[in-house]
């Protein structure tokens, strides 16, 4: 099994930005970071889970939501098996829940394992 645990969502206000970490942790880990997707969904009120981010730990494209593309930005630590989504210049939209999530490539998203999730609110 794998562990997904997000954190560093917070309230800000337009224009600022937030750094979200997902540390990814159990046994079947280095199985996953092989050969799986991950990335960032979002969920805000009233609204379906969307996709933001994704891209292969062992390499290959990244893709971005046409949305965010030029504002947040996905990094990741091998040593921490920690991914980070860097968000700037935020707006009132983007206030969701963000989850972290691993999925097999091309299986609908799902499909995929979440976190828990960590609430990002941008205030106007």
């Known amino acids: ?37 991950m990335g960032w969904f979002r969920q805000a009120p009233g609204k379906e889970r969307e996709f933001v981010v994704t891209f292969r730990w062992s390499g290959g494209t990244t893709s971005y939501a046409d949305d965010v ?13 920690t991914v980070y989504l860097q968000m700037s210049s935020l707006k009132p939209e983007d206030t969701a829940v963000y989850y972290c999530a691993v ?15 960590t609430q990002v609110t941008v205030s106007s």
């Open 1 to 37: 099994q794998v562990q997904l645990v997000e954190s560093g969502g917070g309230l800000v206000q337009v224009g600022d930005s937030l750094r979200l970490s997902c540390e990814a942790s159990g046994r079947t880990w280095n199985t996953y970071r092989a050969n799986y997707d």
């Open 69 to 81: 593309k030029d504002r947040f930005t996905i990094s990741r630590d091998n040593t921490k098996n």
């Open 103 to 117: 999925g097999s490539p091309g299986s609908p998203y799902k499909n995929y394992k979440f976190g828990q999730g």
